[in-house]
């Protein structure tokens, strides 16, 4: 228990059950089911995005093309299968959008890896380049409706569970994509959790040198990570494709800094080497339903961003004044000794 | 003597020598592919008005990075503060001002924008010292929040329409030829080196840059010293948003977005280490002007658009790191950074 | 016939430009505790990495076991049960007690998968074995840094380790924390396994080794029983040179108090503690790691201000809350950890040593006035003798004597009356040390008031005219250096226990 009490991801889930009391109580609204379901569907993509940005900060870095790459992969792929007249599984864009990922994220790896770059510095001008590539040399323009391959529409439109509202009598519906983000968590957890590399992860998050001497293959984990941030943001496209039923190359531009607070907020620190997938998805999950209940909140949309940027500011500062907090406490402590009697007269020890 | 200083300006720094040797082989390519489109007086004086605004934004970057942190959010304040401005234009320079009104209210709104500079440069101070952030989450929220109050402030919409006054006020060639924004900049530029070569507050910045616990240990004000930093480049950003309005003649929220990015890829070519501690105005000079170099010889090309453009700075920020990686000889470093 | 785990003939390694190791050979028997020594730069640290498969040798034969091996590799070495601890333990603070300790079990095997039921059954039989009872879910960085070297020691045994190598191992442990250290190296040995103890300390030779091994510039000067060795010849075949040093005698009690402390507290650090310090005094704060020494040295410098009592600094009162205040009453204070805290390597030694008064070397709205900066520089690197061919090249470039001379060289700028130097020879080679000491000395004669803290009992009865010994935040003995032996100040610091040192 006292654990429990120690630990950052319950001051986060506490918030977070706070902030929902109170848009409840200023709305009414927020415990209906339609809402409760806007707010889950609204958090698939940006959670698979915690996923991989927990991942790479544990790691002791930090990437920030993770939004590029989910889109470039979102419209390479559908160009690619609107080109082939593709009739066949979404699971092919998947497996797609997971390879070019991959090999993206690969790129920003192999760059902070072998030369010992920076990696914000590194992905800052990855994300230019990938931009680059996608509305320069491919000229991405946004596709929709029925120009989308068939098969993310109507995977799009297969749910898990339905729901009527009936004051308007709009339907709002849990998409099958959801299990996508449920497996990616899984994966993610059992990696982290239970194999060599996914420790090693942490390890080299901690302290390299160290890992280095235990025999860890620093370079290449490094590699695998930021491969693996790729690979998870690649199928988070195509999810929010589907979704959404729209392809738009520079919607998710900006989404980055939300995530990396909100992973940063969940307990994961930015040092690296310690965290939790659970704290990271109630960052997550805090962040999404705070810009989402704006409006019930009654907080005109324009005030979104800035909302945003306060509560990253201050989750990320609170983070701060804790980890500041914990160091003092760490402080060497002298015990004591209890004051000796005055001694004898002339008395000296010796 | 005044020989041999010049020589030792030039050759003593490896990295000021490389970014002259790129400037020399970029104006060299440019001679040998559209010599005819570039080496115009129009050219010459359109690229002296563009590089100014991002310039001076890249020299509050830079000041930032030597403390040890860095600024994204230069671009977000200098919205902020020349949407206020505009505001304050708009609201006190009607139709039929006077030239004594009108210059009242530009001076109004110049005050204002460089108060905001000031004010956010100091909450980004004193979240990086005080609270500890990381400069990366500070500087990102905050950037988040000042373009927040922008949209709020202009509903999302462009301020156009300025005050005439305000726009001809920037275009004044002083001395006839030089456009304004190049003096200011030049201002700059000269007010930055007093302040990191020359006065003992910049060498407190590098000092801190370079390792803040012995800076404590050494008495230095280490919490103020980040602030005032952080403020310099606030007031940096105000003055680069003034600049960019001046030529844009509006404002808007989301202006200058790829300006970040740029600022980042100067100041890294520059030479100034992402580490913090170290960083030569020289070279960020100097790596302002390659860029727009590379900007307006990318412009002559009428197939490359704004995003060939993004892509290109990617490709040379990526470049210039590692080729700095692969010229590091390893050896501890006998030069002083 | 005896059993050798290591032996290391004629090893040779150049780098760029040095030799860092010439002809050097080194024996280790099984179960043996062997002493490696020798000065920063001997060669040592060096000798090590081949060892350990970290470098490879350009010459010589190393011999494993009985077996030869050439190109050996960390991973073979680790395999031939060869672990090397280094000072920082290479631990990592974010994982729990039991992943650290199993951690290299796992990589050396080349597991993919991971059983926790198995890493804490491992963990916690580990533990056992060396008598070491810590919560195996517990994350490593709550711990403190005599726990963080065992679960080093655990680590090493999981591996199945046939020789242990332990990098400086005492530096950061109290002197309880060695005495149980010693004991469980006692116990490894009793298991058989040999351990290569890396110390310049010539105590710890003494008291846990049975031979050793000295090295001066890469090459062997020595090696042999250490019941031949005693103190003298030892320092003259770590450093080749005899010294010669009669106790500073000084008579101060005429001389102003410069600095006077009364009833200062401070939480967790200490209590109650008064004392006087008279210009031209050097005295000595005699304490080990753990008394709350270093806590008194930043209260008095400023960093972790007391609570309660005062500080009185040629006859005002100051109330020293901030490290300026410290300054501005004419305190200064040399670090401990001097790369960290002291210097700013990658910056210039002319740097280093105005960085403290850059204020006043001002002209005009806060310009430096250059040429009053040069000449600063140039005045103080003269006088402490800072031996650089430029003052413009960054600090790190310098020996660990000099580095300490430019942090003084700091404190000397600003005209400190007060100078607190906390462990000022640690890392210093022994003829820097006694260079410094000299140093200190002549400051002491232009009427500075010294405060040495140090647990370096030659060095405290060589230096200093007076001794304060302090123990679990208090002060216990308050002595003038001639009424007072090094054996009793030992007895004193230790609590009662013998601390064992040898008898010249």
């Known amino acids: ?44 993509v940006p959670a698979m995005f915690a996923l991989n940005t927990h991942v790479v900060i544990a790691s002791g870095g930090i990437d920030v093309s993770f939004p590029c790459i989910a889109s470039f992969c979102m419209y390479v792929v559908t160009r690619i299968l609107q080109m082939i007249e593709y009739q066949g599984s979404v699971v092919l864009a998947f497996v797609m959008a997971a390879v070019i990922g991959a090999i993206m994220g690969a790129l920003n790896g192999w760059l902070i890896a072998s030369f010992r770059l920076p990696p914000l510095i590194v992905t800052l001008g990855t994300q230019s380049l990938f931009t680059g590539v996608l509305m320069g040399v491919l000229e991405a323009i946004e596709i929709s409706g029925s120009k989308l391959p068939s098969c993310i529409t109507s995977f799009g439109l297969q749910r898990l569970y339905e729901t009527v509202n009936p004051e308007n009598n709009i339907i709002t519906y849990i998409p099958t994509s959801l299990l996508i983000l449920v497996g990616a968590v899984i994966v993610t957890y059992v990696i982290l959790k239970h194999t060599m590399f996914g420790r090693s992860i942490f390890a080299v998050g901690n302290d390299e040198n160290a890992a280095l001497r235990a025999g860890i293959p620093v370079k ?131 | 003597m005044k020989l041999k200083r010049i020589k030792s300006f030039v050759l003593d720094d490896k990295n000021f020598l490389g970014l002259l040797g790129m400037m020399l082989v970029l104006l060299i390519v440019i001679s040998i592919i559209r010599p005819a ?83 956010g440069g100091m909450m980004n101070g004193l979240l990086v010292s005080m609270l500890n952030v990381p400069a990366i989450l500070a500087t990102l929220g905050t950037f988040q929040a000042y373009t927040g109050i922008c949209l709020v402030l202009t509903g999302g919409n462009i301020i156009s329409r300025l005050p005439s006054q305000f726009g001809d006020a920037m275009g004044v060639k002083v001395l006839g030829v030089i456009p304004l924004p190049i003096v200011i900049f030049a201002v700059c530029v000269l007010a930055m080196w007093i302040l990191l070569s020359k006065s003992a507050f910049g060498k407190k910045v590098y000092m801190i840059g370079t390792n ?45 977005s790829s300006y970040t990015m740029q600022c980042i890829l100067i100041v890294v070519l520059g030479g100034v280490d992402p580490a913090g501690g170290s960083g030569k105005l020289k070279g960020v000079v100097t790596a302002i002007l390659i860029l727009q170099v590379i900007s307006s010889g990318l412009n002559m090309f009428s197939q490359i658009n704004n995003f060939y453009k993004q892509l290109v700075w990617g490709v040379v920020l990526l470049s210039v790191m590692v080729i700095k990686y692969l010229a590091a000889t390893g050896r501890p470093s006998r030069q002083i950074r | 016939m005896l059993d050798y785990i290591l032996r290391a003939t004629d090893i040779e390694k150049h780098f760029v430009g040095v030799k860092a190791l010439n002809k050097v050979h080194i024996e280790i028997r099984k179960g043996e505790i062997h002493c490696l020594a020798g000065e920063n730069g001997s060669g040592k640290s060096t000798l ?17 076991c009985g077996k030869q091996v050439s190109q050996l590799s960390p991973k073979e070495a680790m395999r031939s049960g060869i672990q090397v601890i280094y000072q920082d333990f290479s631990i990592f603070p974010g994982l729990t007690v039991k992943e650290n300790i199993v951690f290299y079990y796992q990589t050396a095997t080349g597991a993919k998968w991971i059983n926790w039921k198995m890493i804490r059954g491992k963990a916690m039989e580990t533990m056992a074995l060396i008598g070491l009872h810590l919560d195996p879910d517990e994350l490593v ?87 031949e060795l005693n103190r003298e010849n030892f320092t003259s075949y770590m450093t080749g040179r005899q010294f010669e040093r009669d106790s500073y005698v000084r008579d101060v009690t005429d001389n102003a108090v410069a600095m006077e402390v009364r009833n200062l507290s401070l939480k967790n650090g200490f209590e109650d503690i008064s004392f006087q310090v008279r210009k031209g005094e050097i005295l000595c704060i005699v304490g080990l790691l753990g008394s709350g020494r270093t806590e008194l040295a930043l209260s008095l410098f400023g960093i972790r201000p007391a609570d309660k009592g005062s ?110 130097l906390n462990g000022p020879t640690v890392g210093v080679d022994i003829g820097s040390k006694h260079d410094i000491y000299h140093i200190l000395e002549k400051l002491a004669a232009q009427d500075k008031a010294i405060i040495v803290i140090s647990d370096d009992l030659p060095e405290v009865m060589m230096l200093c005219n007076h001794v304060m010994v302090m123990k679990d935040g208090r002060f216990i003995g308050d002595f003038d250096i001639g009424n007072i032996t090094a054996e009793k100040i030992a007895v004193m610091v230790a609590g009662g226990e013998k601390y064992e040192t040898m008898e010249d």
């Not at chain 2, 950003?237 to 509006?250: D, E, H, T």
């Not at chain 3, 090590?48 to 494993?64: A, P, Q, R, T, Y």
């Not at chain 3, 710890?204 to 080794?209: L, R």
């Open chain 3, 311 to 420: 500080i009185t600094v040629n006859e005002k009162t100051h109330a020293i809350r901030s490290v300026n205040a410290a300054m501005a009453a004419g305190i200064g204070y040399l670090p401990e950890d001097r790369l960290t805290e002291g210097l700013f390597l990658l910056r210039s030694i002319a740097d280093n040593i105005i960085v403290s008064e850059l204020d006043a070397l001002t002209k005009g709205p806060g310009i430096l006035d250059e040429k009053q900066c040069t000449a600063e520089v140039e005045r103080w690197g003269k006088e402490l003798a800072i031996a650089t061919p430029n003052y413009g090249n960054a600090v790190q470039t310098l020996s660990g004597g000099n580095q300490q001379r430019v942090v003084l060289a700091k404190w000397l700028a600003r005209d400190m009356e007060v100078l607190i």
């Open chain 2, 212 to 256: 803040r616990r012995a800076a404590t240990y050494s008495g230095l004000n280490v919490k103020g010293v980040i602030t005032a930093a952080y403020m310099v480049s606030g007031v940096l950003a105000a003055i680069g948003g003034l600049v960019m309005m001046g030529r844009m003649n509006s404002a808007k929220a989301d202006y200058g």
């Open chain 3, 48 to 64: 090590i990495k081949v060892i350990s498969g970290v470098h490879k040798s350009d010459g010589g034969v190393l011999e494993i």
């Open chain 1, 220 to 350: 290449r984990i490094k590699i695998a990570v930021y491969c693996y941030a790729g690979l998870v943001a690649g199928v988070a496209g195509i999810v929010r494709m589907c979704i959404t039923k729209f392809c738009h190359p520079t919607n998710l531009t900006g989404i980055e800094m939300e995530v990396i607070a909100a992973v940063v907020l969940g307990g994961t620190s930015i040092a690296g080497g310690k965290g939790s997938i659970t704290g990271a998805m109630l960052g997550i999950a805090l962040i999404t339903v705070m810009s989402n209940s704006l409006l019930l909140l009654g907080i005109p949309v324009q005030w979104q961003t800035f909302c945003t940027g306060i509560l990253i500011i201050f989750g990320t500062g609170l983070s701060a004044y804790q980890a500041m907090r914990a160091g003092k406490k760490l402080m060497r402590r002298t015990k004591i000794q209890p004051a000796e009697k005055p001694a004898a007269e002339g008395g000296q020890t010796a």
């Open chain 1, 1 to 44: 228990m006292k654990r429990l009490v120690k630990m950052n991801e319950t001051y986060v889930f506490v918030v977070l059950a706070l902030l929902c009391l109170l848009v409840q109580a200023r709305s009414g609204q927020f415990f209906r089911v339609y809402n409760l379901i806007d707010l889950l569907v609204a958090l698939i």
């Open chain 3, 141 to 227: 960085e709550n711990l403190s840094v005599a726990d963080k070297q065992m679960i080093a020691i655990a680590r090493a045994l999981v591996n199945d380790a046939k020789l242990i190598i332990m990098d400086e191992p005492t530096t950061a442990l109290t002197h309880r924390e060695v005495q149980n250290l010693f004991r469980v190296i006692k116990g490894l040995q009793e298991r058989g396994i040999a351990i290569l103890f890396v110390s310049h300390k010539i105590d710890e030779v003494f008291s846990i080794s049975e031979r050793f091994t000295i090295l001066r510039n890469g090459e062997n000067v020595v090696t042999g029983d250490t019941s």
């Open chain 2, 37 to 119: 489109k570039f080496y115009t007086s129009n050219n010459l004086v359109s690229m002296l008005s563009q590089f100014p605004q991002y310039g001076i934004m890249s020299l509050g970057v830079m000041i930032a990075m030597i403390a040890g942190g860095i600024d994204l959010s230069v671009v977000g304040l200098a919205n902020l503060a020349t949407i206020s401005a505009a505001l304050i234009l708009q609201a006190m320079i009607p139709e039929s001002a006077s030239s004594l009104q009108a210059a009242g209210a530009i001076i109004l709104a110049i005050a204002a924008a460089l108060l905001i500079g000031l004010v």
